[in-house]
């Protein structure tokens, strides 16, 4: 079966430049050399120009 896992290495920034055009919260990434693992540390870059995140806050408050 083939892996659905894709390397962008080398290109984060335009990654999170494609994720800002959709309005995505961000992306996240791991480091290329650690394994796919429980205890594999991975990064959340947030966006800079996400707009729906103060609209969740509030629906999330109303439950």
């Known amino acids: 079966m083939p892996s ?3 390397s ?12 800002e055009r ?13 394994a796919y693992r429980p205890e594999t540390v991975w990064y959340k870059i947030k ?3 996400y707009t729906q995140g103060e609209a969740r806050w509030e629906l999330a408050q109303r439950r």
């Open 22 to 34: 959709l309005d995505l919260e961000g992306i996240v990434a791991k480091r290329k050399a650690d």
């Open 4 to 6: 659905r896992v894709f």
């Open 8 to 19: 962008i290495e080398g290109r984060g920034r335009d990654l999170l430049v494609a994720a």
């Open 47 to 49: 966006s800079r120009t």
